[in-house]
Nanobody, 115 residues
Framework: QVQLVESGGGLVQPGGSLRLSCAASGIVFSIYGMGWYRRAPGKQRELVAVISSGGTTNYADSVKGRFTISRDNAKNTVYLQMNNLKPEDTAVYYC?????????WGQGTQVTVSS
């Protein structure tokens, strides 16, 4: 059974930082591209950041320079370090695991940026 379990969300003030984690089980983690997506209230889900099995990263323009995605294949975990958070970063953040033949999603973790 495949599981992606996100953690690390919460309430933070503007300018603050959070680190999200996504622990994967039931897959050969090292061969999967991993990503973080988010859905803000009233909006469609959007890509935040992705990291390939080889470590290549890509970011949404809105988070470049503030967010960093990384992976630890030994721990089957992908991270999203979020710095200088803004109110517009408020959303449910979802972990994604993808290959050419399979795709899985986590249940999501809420991030709220508010003073």
């Amino acid at each position: 059974q495949v599981q992606l379990v996100e953690s690390g969300g919460g309430l933070v003030q503007p300018g603050g930082s959070l680190r999200l984690s996504c622990a994967a089980s039931g897959i050969v983690f090292s061969i999967y591209g991993m990503g973080w997506y988010r859905r803000a209230p009233g909006k469609q889900r959007e890509l935040v950041a992705v990291i390939s099995s080889g470590g290549t990263t890509n970011y949404a323009d809105s988070v470049k320079g503030r967010f960093t995605i990384s992976r630890d294949n030994a721990k089957n975990t992908v991270y999203l370090q979020m710095n200088n958070l803004k109110p517009e970063d408020t959303a449910v953040y979802y972990c994604n695991a993808k290959t050419f033949v399979a795709e899985y999603w986590g249940q999501g973790t809420q991030v709220t940026v508010s003073s």
